[in-house]
C-alpha cells in the first residue's frame, strides 16, 4: 500500500526517469521448487520488479507490509530494504527482473504495489523475460522497449490511482466540514485526517476546487448561514455559534465579504 504522499512522490520520480537509458539487467521465471528465492532482508541498486503468476507472498518494507496475491505486481525502488515472506509448499510461480536507467529526481524509500487486472503487465514481463539473454540481435533493443512500456504503464496506473485517491480524500473532507461546522476546523486537522501534508492539501483545493481550504471552510459555513437566515427566526448569534463563529462581529465581516451584506441585511432583503 502507499498513501497519497509516497504516492505523489513515486510519480514524480517515475516521470524523472529517462526513457532512453533503461537497461533490462535481469529477468528470472521460476516457481516453488528453484533455489532463486531470497528470504532475507535486502535491496539493491536498481529498480526489482516481480509479478505473481501463482501463489502469494507477504513483503517486509522498512516499518510496513504489503500482501500480494495472483497477478499482483511489486516494484522496489533502488535502495528500499525488503524481504519476502513465501509458502513454497504451495504453488508459487513469478517473474523476477531487474532494471537499471538515470533519473533527475533523488530515489523516494518507497515500495509500491499494482493490480494488472487487465494483463497488459503480464504480457510485457512475458516479453521481456523470452527476450532477455536471447542471441537474437533486436533482443536487447526489443527488451528496453518493453521494459519502456512496463514504466509508462506504472506512471498510467498510479496517475489514474492518485486521481481516484484525491477525489475520494476530497469528499471525505467536504463531508467533515458540512457535518461539523460549529466545531473548530483548520487545514493542519484536515490534512492529518487523510494522512497527507499541508501543501498537499492545498493543491488538491486548488487543482479540484479553485480554491484554498480555508476559503472553503468559510464559504461552506457561509453558505449555510444563509440557509439559516432564510428558513429560521433564530438570532444572528445563535446562527453564528452554531456555524463556529464565537464572535458575532467577526461573523459578520465574513459573510459582508462573501455576500456584499451584512446578516440583517441579507434576511431583511429576502423577507
Known amino acids: ?34 533455489n532463486k528465492w531470497v528470504f532475507t532482508e535486502h535491496s539493491h541498486t536498481y529498480m526489482e520488479m516481480i509479478y505473481f503468476l501463482k501463489g502469494k507472498a507477504h513483503i517486509n518494507v522498512g516499518a510496513s507490509s504489503i500482501n500480494t496475491s495472483i497477478y499482483d505486481v511489486i516494484v522496489y525502488l533502488p535502495g528500499q530494504m525488503h524481504r519476502e515472506e513465501v509458502d513454497l509448499t504451495k504453488d508459487q510461480e513469478i517473474i523476477c527482473m531487474g532494471i537499471d536507467m538515470k533519473c533527475s529526481l533523488p530515489t523516494p524509500q518507497s515500495t509500491f504495489k499494482l ?31 518493453y521494459a519502456q512500456a512496463i514504466i509508462l504503464q506504472f506512471i498510467k496506473y498510479l496517475d489514474i490511482n492518485e486521481l481516484s485517491g484525491e477525489i475520494e480524500a476530497l469528499e471525505r473532507i467536504q463531508n467533515y466540514i458540512q457535518q461539523n461546522l460549529s466545531s473548530p476546523i483548520t487545514p493542519p486537522q484536515l490534512a492529518a485526517m487523510c494522512n497527507i501534508s499541508k501543501s498537499y492539501l492545498h493543491r488538491l483545493f486548488k487543482k479540484h476546487l479553485k480554491t484554498t481550504p480555508t476559503y472553503y471552510i468559510n464559504y461552506t459555513r457561509i453558505s449555510a448561514a444563509k440557509s439559516l437566515l432564510l428558513a429560521t427566526d433564530y438570532p444572528i448569534k445563535s446562527i453564528a455559534d452554531s456555524i463556529g463563529f464565537d464572535d458575532v462581529a467577526y461573523f459578520s465581516r465574513v459573510f459582508k465579504k462573501f455576500t456584499g451584506v451584512t446578516p440583517s441585511a441579507f434576511r431583511e432583503s429576502k423577507e
Open 1 to 34: 500500500m502507499i498513501d497519497n504522499r509516497s504516492n505523489e512522490e513515486i510519480l514524480d520520480y517515475l516521470r524523472s526517469i529517462d526513457l532512453s537509458t533503461i537497461s533490462v539487467l535481469n529477468s528470472k521465471h521460476f516457481d516453488q521448487t528453484s
Open 115 to 145: 493490480c494488472d487486472r487487465l494483463g497488459v503487465l503480464r504480457w510485457l514481463f512475458e516479453q521481456i523475460n523470452t527476450e532477455y539473454g536471447s542471441k537474437n540481435k533486436v533482443s536487447p533493443d526489443l527488451s528496453k522497449l
